[in-house]
């Protein structure tokens, strides 16, 4: 079982729409969770970042955390085609900095 | 400049051949890292490196050697690579190298090993 799931679509949506991408974790050390969006041709870059369980909004994007289900998502309201990327989610505990990756979900938002 | 500069862009070797990659950060942090990004794959983190001192090798074969001359550069250099090898090769920094102080990346070198 790979520690940190992720579907790796692609998710093909509407312009409008309201996106849900998803991770699940095994590691119930993990205390940081991050998104990460990476576009074509370009290095991934920090969206979302989050501490523990809750809720964090930021414009158009919503991160979740649920510890107890050990399940992270990411919420898109109002997609735009400028949100067509790959969206990464990352996960670390207190010891170092040694984050673990999903393997990203590709998402494709059609005009 | 952007935060994080990786030169080259796209890099075209042969097995036999030596090349390095190039990392430089402008954002003044003391952690920088290498991370291997293949398709379908998770990233897969090679090197770290804190206030210049190593402190994760991956388990990555000897063919990929990390250098830190100091905090704001970072070199792989490359030998006799095998075509498993090819890949974009991201460099990272941080703040600090601690739970939870995110990455930021630059755009990758494409490497092609022929």
């Known amino acids: 079982q790979k520690e940190v799931e992720q579907d790796p679509g692609p998710l093909s949506v509407p312009e409008g729409a309201i996106v849900s991408l998803n991770c699940t974790y095994s590691?119930?050390?993990?205390?940081?969770f991050m998104w990460y969006r990476q576009y074509s041709r370009k290095g991934p870059e920090l969206l979302m970042y989050t501490y523990s369980s809750g809720n964090k909004e930021d414009g158009r994007f919503t991160a979740q955390v649920d510890k107890s289900s050990k399940y992270i998502s990411l919420f898109i309201r109002d997609s735009q085609p400028s949100d067509s990327a790959t969206y990464l989610c990352?996960?670390?505990?207190?010891?170092?900095?040694?984050?673990?990756f999903g393997g990203g979900t590709r998402l494709m938002v059609k005009p | 400049e952007t935060g994080v500069t990786q030169t080259p862009r796209h890099l075209v070797m042969g097995m036999t051949n030596k090349k390095s990659l190039k990392c430089e950060q402008h954002?003044?942090?003391?952690?920088m890292y290498w991370y291997k990004q293949s398709a379908k794959k998770p990233l897969e983190l090679m090197f770290v490196?804190?206030?210049?001192?190593?402190?994760e090798n991956n388990s990555v074969p000897s063919r990929f050697s990390p250098e830190c001359p100091n905090s704001s550069h970072l070199f792989l250099h490359l030998h006799t690579l095998q075509p498993e090898d090819s890949a974009l090769y991201l460099c990272?920094?941080?703040?600090?190298?601690?739970?939870?102080?995110?990455?930021?990346f630059g755009n990758g070198t494409r490497l092609t090993v022929t």
């Open positions: 954002l003044g942090h003391n952690a």
């Open positions: 490196y804190s206030l210049e001192e190593r402190v």
């Open positions: 590691n119930s050390a993990f205390q940081y």
């Open positions: 990272a920094s941080s703040q600090e190298q601690q739970g939870g102080t995110p990455l930021h």
């Open positions: 990352a996960m670390s505990s207190n010891a170092g900095n040694m984050l673990t």
